[in-house]
């Protein structure tokens, strides 16, 4: 089987800086393309960036210059470097990853972190 762990969530005041972490374990191939989504109470989940396997990035419009997603594949983990925090990013946050599993030949399989909580106070 396949998990992604993820880490680094908290509390922090408005301007602050987290850095999240997601780590995938298992019988794990390859990884393809790795994110991260966000859900605000109330809301639905959005993405907020993503990185491929060759390590182009894309990230949502509200967090452009200020979250940076980066991906080291020896650990596989990615990471999302989150600055100058707003309480509107206030949110559970989740790890995405399109991962081929050993013996599916390239097949890929979406798996998900369980979520970690993301709170910005004014």
């Known amino acids: 089987q396949v998990q992604l762990v993820e880490s680094g969530g908290g509390l922090v005041q408005s301007g602050g800086s987290l850095r999240l972490s997601c780590a995938a374990s298992g019988s794990i191939f390859r990884i393809n393309a790795m994110g991260w989504y966000r859900q605000a109470p109330g809301k639905q989940r959005e993405v907020v960036a993503g990185i491929t396997s060759g390590g182009t990035t894309n990230y949502a419009d509200s967090v452009k210059g200020r979250f940076t997603i980066s991906r080291d594949d020896v650990k596989k983990t990615v990471y999302l470097q989150m600055n100058s925090l707003k309480p509107e990013d206030t949110a559970v946050y989740y790890c995405?990853?399109?991962?081929?599993?050993w013996g599916r030949g390239s097949n890929e399989d979406d798996y998900w972190g369980q979520g970690t909580q993301v709170t910005v106070s004014s």
């Open positions: 995405n990853a399109r991962i081929i599993r």
